[in-house]
Nanobody, 125 residues
């Protein structure tokens, strides 16, 4: 019903930058907010950042606050994650996800209805 496609991942040296994109299609009118999550090998999936389509209200994990910036282009149905000052511990598969109206909190993965396929981000030391 809502299709999500991530892009922009790759290999970057520590201290470098990447910008991830997530393009939404299908029944996008059912989406209230978007989130970015990441999962490293052997670790649980964790919340990175989120944004609402309407007000643009944002949330960030403490580990990325001040380094990452989430934004959205409503006309393009696309959200972005600008990642600066990257660290090796940022290495993970990054997923975007869509959350519907009255569907819980931004940081809770089970509250999201649709997920993209993920894009690999690797930060070398």
């Amino acid at each position: 019903q809502v299709q999500l496609v991530e892009s922009g991942g790759g290999l970057v040296q520590a201290g470098g930058s990447l910008r991830l994109s997530c393009a939404a299609s299908g029944r996008t009118f059912t989406s209230y907010a978007m989130g970015w999550f990441r999962q490293a090998p052997g670790k649980e999936r964790e919340f990175v950042s989120g944004i609402t389509w309407g007000s643009g209200s944002t949330d960030y994990a403490d580990s990325v606050k001040g380094r990452f910036t989430i934004s959205r282009d409503n006309a393009k149905n696309t959200v972005y994650l600008q990642m600066n000052s990257l660290k090796p511990e940022d290495t993970a598969v990054y997923y975007c996800a869509s959350r519907g109206y009255f569907s819980g909190t931004a940081v809770s993965a089970p509250d999201y209805d649709y997920w993209g396929q993920g894009t690999q981000v690797t930060v070398s030391s």
